[in-house]
């Protein structure tokens, strides 16, 4: 009587074990090197010579020994981020209480001195981000809470008139109308802003806002009205502020001299900016600088889109944040600084040596969109 040999049972005419008689029909397939090296020899083969078992079984302690060492390593190193992790949210939670109960109080005395500013450099606590920008930035403007529910009234009632047909005969102004199309625009732009967060599109929980405060922006300022690039900066207020104070800090922000002078395209104090990034460049990169000028590439091509949204939409918005840090404390000086960081840490790709002569296009895909490492982190 005959058995099934795959089966696990043996019959009498089939004295091999259900093992040896699937090798035998050539269905034995080692799963690893650890089944080649433990696993004996089919049947049909001549036994390992006790060398090769011994050879075999120290290859297979060897493995076993690796496998466990790397474990332990992978081990360690979990532990390791754990700790520094660790570390790193006590470092936060002490430095957050810092700011609230020594430096915030006592902001007008304290936030020049030497000890205010060498913590400032290090990195402001995200609790108190909020805090520490609206302070920073100030508001020269005097806006109030008043003026901008005022300014939101106003353009939630430009939208409506938009969207319906006019019945008015008396033709506008040329800055209504300009505030007009610019209150148009914004709907398009905020679904662009931080796409891959998917709080500012259509849904997400700040898209009214983000709406709400551009639009109340362009009826304070319709001689400036709405240039893209602003909803980065006013997203990154909404995220660490509430929406009134967000608004304040926006308008007062960009009222400083080197946004103004581009939102508003003053092209004889741009050309003066870009001068002046010109005569830093070519000082601290001599070799670079020689070659962007060599392919023609000037501060406009990159500078204005970091400018226009202050570097919140070219890098991850934690390092743009730190960026931010530096800026609210040191003004437009340090605007430079994250681009000799940026081309340094680039250089590699910038520079002649690993472009082919001539390459401009090769070089400006690498501008202004970047891959950073955390190593830029100021």
């Known amino acids: 009587m005959e058995y099934e040999t795959k089966s696990g049972r043996a019959g009498p005419g089939n004295p091999t074990s259900p093992r040896q008689s699937v090798r035998k029909n050539l269905d034995f397939e080692p799963l690893s090197t650890t089944a080649l090296i433990l696993e004996d020899r089919p049947a049909n083969l001549p036994a390992k010579p006790a060398e090769e078992a011994q050879k075999h079984r120290q290859q297979y302690e060897e493995m076993v020994a690796q496998a466990k060492k790397r474990e332990l390593k992978e081990a360690q190193k979990r532990r390791k981020q754990l700790e520094d992790r660790c570390k790193l949210e006590e470092s936060i939670g002490t430095a957050a209480q810092t700011w609230n109960q020594e430096i915030l109080p006592h902001w007008s005395t304290v936030c020049t001195s030497r000890r205010v500013r060498d913590l400032w450099w290090q990195g402001i606590p995200p609790s108190v981000r909020g805090k520490v920008w609206s302070l920073a930035v100030g508001n020269e403007l005097n806006i109030t809470h008043e003026l901008y529910s005022i300014c939101l009234a106003r353009a939630k009632e430009k939208w409506n008139t938009t969207a319906a047909p006019t019945t008015e005969t008396e033709t506008e102004d040329a800055g209504s109308s300009d505030r007009e199309s610019s209150l148009e625009l914004i709907k398009l732009d905020i679904s662009r802003t931080f796409p891959q967060l998917c709080i500012f599109q259509k849904g997400g929980p700040y898209h009214d806002v983000l709406h709400s405060i551009l639009g109340a922006y362009t009826c304070y300022r319709p001689d400036v009205g709405y240039v ?151």
């Open 228 to 378: 893209q690039g602003m909803s980065f900066i006013a997203a990154v207020l909404i995220l660490n502020l509430d929406t009134a104070d967000a608004f304040i800090a926006f308008a007062n922000l960009l009222n400083k001299p080197c946004q103004m002078a581009f939102f508003r395209v003053d092209h004889s104090l741009m050309l003066t900016y870009f001068a002046a990034f010109e005569v830093f460049f070519e000082e601290n990169l001599p070799k670079l600088f020689a070659h962007f000028k060599k392919n023609n590439l000037t501060p406009d091509i990159y500078l204005i889109d970091w400018i226009f949204t202050l570097y919140s939409k070219s890098l991850p918005l934690d390092l743009a944040c730190r960026v931010w840090d530096v800026f609210c404390r040191d003004g437009e000086d340090i605007f430079v600084q994250p681009f000799e960081g940026i081309s340094r840490h680039h250089e590699d790709h910038l520079h002649p040596s690993a472009l082919r002569p001539g390459s401009c296009n090769a070089v400006y895909s690498y501008l202004p969109e970047f891959t950073w490492s955390r190593q830029l982190l100021l």
